[in-house]
């Protein structure tokens, strides 16, 4: 169940991804753009200090759904693309903090004085948007119209573990040899 939450075990095809991140990045514009305007009602301009907004119980949240909602379209679109999300994902976050400590480190390599990545992390980030954007999908039949549908190979052919849980059960998957 908790697969499905996160889109660990969903599929989202190229088009559908695109769409549902700029309908995320239109929703996103919507919430910063509230909070902006119920922080600005509340006190003035003048009197609005960076430590009283990062407090915000309301810009916490809009980061937490944002970071879940980016997480799980990325996580279904990793599984359309034939990848496993529970493999890939902590790769690129493991490359996103080494790659933080080393711009801490050796400041020469980070971007610039404002930026806490080198060009390793743009580069990383940009193949992995064009992956996601425009990498086929794994299932060579076409579309599919139902997400949370597994794929047709999946259906076909027992998977390994299967395979295994059945022989150990002494269930009809064992194979025999000649």
């Known amino acids: 169940m908790l697969g499905f939450v996160f889109g660990l075990n969903a599929r989202l095809g190229r088009l559908h991804f695109f769409l549902a991140t700029v309908v995320l990045a239109i ?7 509230a909070i902006a305007m119920a922080t600005l009602r509340t006190t003035s301009p003048s009197m609005v200090r960076p430590e009283d907004i990062t407090h915000n119980w309301a810009i916490i949240a809009a980061m937490v759904f944002f970071g879940l909602a980016t997480f799980t379209l990325q996580s279904m679109r990793i ?19 080494v790659d933080h400590v080393a711009a801490g480190r050796f400041p020469a390599w980070a971007i610039g004085q404002e930026h806490q990545g080198t060009m390793v992390s743009g580069l990383v980030n940009l193949v992995l948007l064009l992956a996601l954007t425009f990498w086929p999908s794994a299932e060579s039949e076409g579309a599919y119209t139902n997400p949370f549908e597994p794929p047709a190979r999946a259906l076909s052919k027992p998977s390994t573990s299967d395979q295994r849980l059945a022989r150990v059960s002494q269930g ?5 040899w000649s």
């Open 172 to 176: 009809t998957a064992r194979s025999t």
């Open 79 to 97: 599984r359309d693309i034939g990848w496993d999300p529970v493999c890939v994902i902590p790769i690129w976050i493991a490359l996103m903090i």
């Open 27 to 33: 929703v996103m514009t919507a919430i910063c753009f």
